[in-house]
C-alpha cells in the first residue's frame, strides 16, 4: 500500500499542483495525458472476475487494458478481493497511476437488500429512501464500488414491462421527491468520504413508455409529454447533484437517445445544466448498427460522440475508434479533453485521486444492526394492505397459522431482480419471520410458481384444514422481474390460481401475501381472499417485517405508487389520465359515446394512493390559506386529520391539483403534495400542505414551460380518489 500511495503522490506532485482545485487538477492531469490514455478514460469495460466478459471478451486482456490505461471504470466486478487487485494493476503499473472508477447495479441494497424499487416508492417516507440509500451507499463502498447506477427514474404506468420494478411508479412528482431522496443518500454531504458513492440518473430518457410494454422498444411521445411526465423526474435527481447520467437503449423522436445531441447536450447540458458526464447503457453504442441509424461500429461511435455521450459502457467502439478520428479530423483533440475531464472530475471528487484505496476493504461495514433494521423498516413500510374485508388482520399470538404458497420460504426469492452482490442465504424468509411471532405456523409449498407440484394442492388444503387462518403467498419469481422480462399476462400463473381455489373452498380465511415486482391483476383473487397485502420482494428482513404487520406490532403504511388494473387490456394505465372531450362521467354511466370499455371499467382494481392501515382516518376542514396566488407564491393548504379507530397508525395525506383551464389539455388531477403524519387512536392532526408554485408549471401552447394563471381545484385524502376539494386562484403575473 505504501509504494501505492508515493505513486498516487507522484502524480499528483508531477503535476506540480497541490492545491485542492479539482479543475486545475484535472487539467494538468489531461495535459499529461497521451491520446490513448484519454481515450481509455472514456471505455468502460466489464468483468465479473478477473477476465473481460461482454462484447470484448476475447478481444482484450484486462491485463492489457489496464496496463494501458484503456480502462477508465469497470463494472461488474463481485469480489471486493478483486476489486482490489485490479486497482492496484491500474495504479501500480499504468503510466500515469490513473485510479479506476469501479460501478455496479446497486439499486436496492448491497449486501443488505431492501425491497425492490416500486416497494421502496410505496414508503412515500423520504426519510426512509434516503436512509435505504446511505445503507446501500455505505456498504457499496466497502465493497469497493464507487459508483452505482441508480436512481432509475423512468416513469412508467405499464405493469407489462418488468423493469417498473427498479422504478418509483407512474407518477411524475412521487418519482421526483424519491429519485432525488436516492441522490442525496448515495452522494450525501462529501462525495470524498468513504462511505458515499456518485450517483448515476438512469435511464435518460422516457425508456419506461416503450411502446406495448415490451422492454427496449420504441418510445413514440409528443414534446409535451415528454417535457410535462418524464423529464421532471431525471431533472430532480440532476438538481440534486446527480453526477453521471445513463443514456437508454430506446429512440427518441426517432433517434436513439445514445446519438440524440437534442437530448444528451441541449436538454442535458444546456437546460439542465447537467455538469457530469454520461455513461451509455449496455453496448449501447453498437446497438445504433442494430437501430438502424449507423451502417458500422464507426458510425456509431462517430454519433455517440457528436450526440455528446461520455463513455462507452462495454462495447468498445470508442477504444476502437476515437483515435482515428482525431487523425482523420473528424473530431479534435479538444473534443476528446471535454469529454475526459467530467469523467476524471468525478474521480477528483470521489478523492480517488489522494487515495484510490478509499474504497474496499471494509467488510466488517456489511450487515450492520443498524443496516438489518433499516432494511426490516423500509421492507414494512413498503408493504401495502389492499383488502382486508372483515379486519381479520392483525392475528393473534395464539393463531394456528397455515403459511402456504411458493415463496414462503424462499431465500432467494425475497432477493428480487439486480441482487448481484446479495446473499440470498442472509434473507430471512416469510416462514422463518412469523415463527418467531407466532407459536403456531405450519408451512405447506402447495406449488411451484409457475408449475404444479404433485400432491402439493392437497397437502396445502389439508394444512388449511386443520388451521385458523392461511396466509398464501402468491405472484412471480425474480426471475419475471427487471430487464428483459414484459409480459402480456399480470395475472397469477394458473397453478397458483388453483391452489387459492383449492384452499378458499376450505372456507377458512384466507390472506394472499403478494410477492411481485410489478402491478398484477386480483380480481378473482379479490374476491377469493379476505385480505391482501402486497409485500414486492421484501429484501433481506422479508420475515421479520412481514411478521411486525401481521402481529399487529404496526400497522401496514403502504401506499401504492403503481395503479392495479383490473386486466392486462386496461395498460397503460394511470390516475392522471389526460381530460378528454367525452369523459365517462361515472362508473354507472348508461351513456354510450364517452371514453370508456365495453368490457371493463375505467378505473383500476387499486387506485394510485390507496392502501389500508389497522385504523381509519377522516379529513375534515380543508382550508386554503392563500387562495389568490401570486406569482412565485407557493399554495399553503390545511386539513385536519383524524385516527378515528383504536391503533396507532401513520396515514399518508396526499393533495392533487387540477388545472381547471389550460392552453393545452391536462391531467384529471396530479400529485402535487404529500405529507406522512402518525396518529394515535382517536388523534387529530392539522396537517399543512404546500404546493409549490413551480410545481404548477407545464409545457404551455406558447411553445414554455411557465404557470400560466387562472383557476385549479385541490383535492386532499387518502388516496388519488380523493374529493375533499378546494379552490385557489393563480394570478395574471403583473397583479
Ligand atoms: C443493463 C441495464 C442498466 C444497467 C446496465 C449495467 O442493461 O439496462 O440499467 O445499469 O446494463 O448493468
Known amino acids: 500500500m505504501r509504494k501505492t500511495i508515493i505513486i498516487a503522490s507522484a502524480v499528483v506532485l508531477a503535476l506540480g499542483c497541490t492545491e485542492n482545485r479539482p479543475d486545475a487538477f484535472v487539467d494538468s492531469l489531461i495535459g499529461k495525458m497521451t491520446l490513448e490514455e484519454k481515450i481509455g478514460q472514456l471505455n468502460q469495460i466489464v468483468t465479473t472476475s478477473g477476465d473481460i466478459t461482454g462484447p470484448l471478451e476475447g478481444s482484450l486482456s484486462t491485463y492489457e487494458a489496464i496496463k494501458k490505461g484503456w480502462c477508465g471504470s469497470i ?3 463481485r469480489n471486493p478481493d478483486e476489486i482490489q487487485r485490479l486497482q492496484h494493476l491500474a495504479v501500480d503499473s499504468s503510466r500515469l497511476g490513473i485510479p479506476i472508477l469501479f460501478g455496479h447495479d446497486i439499486i436496492h441494497g448491497c449486501r443488505t437488500i431492501f425491497p425492490e424499487n416500486i416497494g421502496i416508492s410505496c414508503t412515500w417516507d423520504m426519510e426512509a429512501v434516503k436512509k435505504f440509500a446511505r445503507v446501500s451507499a455505505t456498504e457499496a463502498a466497502a465493497f469497493g464500488v464507487a459508483w452505482t447506477f441508480s436512481p432509475m427514474c423512468d416513469v412508467c404506468a405499464d405493469a407489462r414491462w418488468g423493469r417498473v420494478s427498479e422504478g418509483s411508479g407512474e407518477d411524475t412528482y412521487l418519482s421526483a421527491r424519491v429519485a432525488e431522496a436516492m441522490v442525496r443518500g448515495y452522494q450525501g454531504e462529501d462525495l470524498r468520504a468513504d462511505s458515499t458513492i456518485l450517483a448515476c440518473v438512469k435511464h435518460f430518457a422516457a425508456y419506461g413508455a416503450p411502446e406495448a410494454g415490451r422492454d427496449y422498444n420504441t418510445v413514440d411521445m409528443s414534446w409535451p409529454m415528454f417535457r410535462d411526465k418524464y423529464l421532471p423526474v431525471y431533472k430532480a435527481a440532476i438538481d440534486a447533484g446527480a453526477g453521471s447520467v445513463m443514456s437508454s437503449f430506446n429512440d427518441f423522436e426517432g ?18 445544466a447537467f455538469g457530469g458526464f454520461v455513461v451509455s447503457d449496455w453496448n449501447a453504442v ?12 464507426k458510425e456509431a461511435a462517430l454519433l455517440a460522440f457528436k450526440a455528446g455521450l461520455n463513455m462507452d459502457m462495454v462495447a468498445g467502439a470508442y477504444l476502437r475508434n476515437l483515435g482515428a478520428f482525431v487523425s482523420e479530423g473528424l473530431i479534435s483533440e479538444k473534443d476528446i479533453d471535454a ?61 394456528r397459522i397455515a403459511l402456504i404458497g411458493p415463496f414462503a420460504d424462499d431465500k432467494k426469492e425475497m432477493v428480487g431482480a439486480w441482487g448481484a452482490m446479495a446473499e440470498p442465504e442472509r434473507c430471512v424468509t416469510f416462514l422463518e419471520g412469523l415463527k418467531e411471532e407466532f407459536p403456531h405456523v405450519s408451512y405447506s409449498e402447495g406449488c411451484a410458481p409457475r ?45 397458483q390460481k388453483k391452489l387459492l381455489r383449492a384452499v378458499s373452498a376450505t372456507g377458512k380465511p384466507v390472506v394472499i401475501l403478494l410477492v411481485t415486482g410489478r402491478p398484477m391483476d386480483l380480481s378473482e383473487e379479490k374476491e377469493l381472499s379476505d385480505a391482501i397485502l402486497v409485500t414486492w420482494h421484501p429484501g433481506t428482513m422479508a420475515g421479520p417485517a412481514l411478521a411486525d404487520l401481521i402481529s399487529g406490532e404496526f400497522s401496514p403504511s403502504g401506499r401504492l405508487s403503481m395503479s392495479f388494473p383490473e386486466n392486462v387490456g386496461q395498460l ?54 392563500n387562495p389568490a396566488v401570486k406569482a412565485g407564491e407557493d399554495v399553503v393548504v390545511k386539513i385536519d386529520v383524524t385516527n378515528t379507530g383504536s391503533v396507532v397508525a401513520e396515514e399518508t395525506v396526499q393533495l392533487y391539483v387540477k388545472d381547471d383551464v389550460a392552453s393545452r389539455t391536462r391531467p384529471e388531477r396530479e400529485l402535487k403534495a404529500f405529507e406522512k403524519v402518525l396518529l394515535n387512536a382517536g388523534e387529530t392532526s392539522t396537517v399543512e400542505l404546500r404546493v409549490k408554485y413551480q410545481d404548477l408549471a407545464f409545457f404551455t401552447a406558447r411553445g414554455k414551460w411557465e404557470v400560466e394563471s387562472g383557476d385549479f381545484t385541490v383535492f386532499v385524502g387518502h388516496d388519488s380518489d380523493a374529493s375533499l376539494s378546494g379552490a385557489f386562484s393563480v394570478l395574471p403575473e403583473n397583479r
Not at 445514445?258 to 447540458?269: E, F, I, P, Q
Not at 453498437?286 to 461500429?297: F, P, S, T
Not at 397437502?459 to 388451521?467: C, E, G, I, K
Open 75 to 77: 463494472l461488474g466486478v
Open 255 to 272: 433517434i436513439p437517445v445514445t446519438a440524440n445531441r437534442k437530448l444528451l447536450h441541449d436538454v442535458l447540458r444546456d437546460s439542465l
Open 286 to 297: 453498437k446497438e445504433l448498427i442494430r437501430h438502424g441509424v449507423a451502417a458500422d461500429e
Open 339 to 399: 469529454a475526459v475531464r467530467p469523467v476524471l472530475q468525478a474521480k477528483y471528487d470521489l478523492g480517488l485521486f489522494d487515495d484510490p484505496f478509499r474504497y474496499g476493504g471494509k467488510a466488517d461495514r456489511m450487515y450492520r444492526q443498524g443496516s438489518l433494521e433499516s432494511a426490516r423498516e423500509v421492507a414494512r413500510k413498503s408493504m401495502v394492505l389492499l383488502t382486508d374485508k372483515a379486519g381479520i388482520l392483525p392475528l393473534k399470538e395464539s393463531s
Open 451 to 495: 408449475k404444479e407440484i404433485p400432491g402439493g394442492i392437497a397437502d396445502a388444503v389439508s394444512l388449511a384444514r386443520r388451521s385458523d387462518v392461511v396466509l398464501l403467498t402468491l405472484g412471480l419469481p425474480s426471475s419475471e422481474s427487471g430487464e428483459a422480462a414484459s409480459l402480456t399476462s399480470i395475472s397469477i400463473p394458473d397453478c
Open 572 to 625: 397503460p394505465i394511470r390516475y392522471n389520465q389526460k381530460r378528454t372531450g367525452r369523459p365517462k362521467p361515472s362508473e354507472s354511466t348508461t351513456s354510450k359515446y364517452c371514453s370508456r370499455y365495453v368490457d371493463a371499467p375505467n378505473k383500476p382494481l387499486f387506485v394510485f394512493g390507496s392502501g389500508l392501515s389497522y385504523t381509519d382516518f377522516s379529513y375534515s376542514n380543508l382550508r386554503i390559506e
